[in-house]
Nanobody
C-alpha cells in the first residue's frame, strides 16, 4: 500500500502547479482523500478533501477559488490543481486517505480537519511546493 505525490516545484507568484497522488496496492475509489500541507514552523493544514462515499468536497478558505481537487479512478490518482499561487502557499504538500466508514470519511470538512488524535489510514511522503519570484 503506497501513496506517491509528485508535481511539486518552484513557481512564481500567480503561477500554477498540478500535484498528483498515485495510489498502489489499493483502489482509491473506496477511500476518502485529502490534500494537506505544512509550512515551516506551522501546523499541518487541510487544504482540500473529497469525502467517501458521496464525493463531497471541501476547500480551506485560503485556497477557495484557486485550488481544485479531482480524482481519476481509472488512473487511481487524485490531483490538486493550484492556480494563482501565492508565497503563502509554500509548504510540503501531502495526500492522505481514509478507508474507515466514519463520520470523518463521510464529511470532507471533518476529513480536512480531523479531531485531535484521529489518524488517517495512509499518508504519502510529501512534495515540496515553493512560490517565490
Amino acid at each position: 500500500v503506497q501513496l506517491v505525490e509528485s508535481g511539486g516545484g518552484l513557481v512564481q507568484p500567480g503561477g500554477s502547479l498540478t500535484l498528483s497522488c498515485a495510489a498502489s496496492g489499493f483502489r482509491l475509489d473506496y477511500y476518502a482523500i485529502g490534500w494537506f500541507r505544512q509550512a515551516p514552523g506551522k501546523e499541518r493544514e487541510g487544504v482540500s478533501c473529497i469525502s467517501s462515499p458521496y464525493g463531497s468536497t471541501f476547500y480551506a478558505d485560503s485556497v477557495k477559488g484557486r485550488f481544485t481537487i479531482a480524482r481519476d479512478n481509472a488512473k487511481n490518482t487524485v490531483y490538486l490543481q493550484m492556480n494563482n499561487m501565492q508565497p503563502e502557499d509554500t509548504a510540503i504538500y501531502y495526500c492522505a486517505v481514509e478507508h474507515k466508514a466514519t463520520d470523518v470519511a463521510r464529511d470532507p470538512n471533518k476529513l480536512c480537519r480531523p479531531p485531535k488524535g484521529y489518524e488517517l489510514d495512509y499518508w504519502g511522503q510529501g512534495t515540496q511546493v515553493t512560490v517565490s519570484s
